[in-house]
């Protein structure tokens, strides 16, 4: 193979490998996130949804490992959107496009910035629901 044929080669494999990790480091927030509010706000939620049953009292029990689900899920906040938007290395050229000339973000890159986002703004709300819950029932 001709060097320019690895090139091409090599970038094309790397951009799903960046996708995938990029996913994975998302969903890892999302679920994070989850866990962090399954004490407090999940309960609330899933009241206002109607879902009722004995076993909601059982999300309480998990409040002693808030602390753990927090630094889990900042943790990977941090480094999830720090490979979403760290510039990337100009490696493939002089504009950093690769080959295909095509430097716009795709579909999963929006959803993934979502999914980090969304993630955050639920620890927000998880953190300050102490907080915002005697101003709501006072």
Known sequence: MAAEEQTTYRSEQAEPTQTRRKSLLASGSVIGAILVSSCCILPLV??????????????????????????????MLG?????????????????????????????????????????????VLALAWPYIVPLILG
């Open 79 to 123: 480094v999830g959107f720090y490979n979403v938007y760290r510039k990337p290395k100009n490696t493939f050229g002089t504009d950093g496009c690769g080959t295909s000339g095509y430097c716009g973000t795709s579909l999963a890159d929006s959803v993934i910035k979502i999914a980090l986002w969304s993630a955050t703004a639920l620890v």
């Open 46 to 75: 899933l009241i206002s949804l109607g879902v009722t049953g004995a076993w909601m009292s059982n999300l309480t029990a998990l409040e002693p490992y808030q602390p753990y689900f927090l630094v889990f899920t900042l943790a």
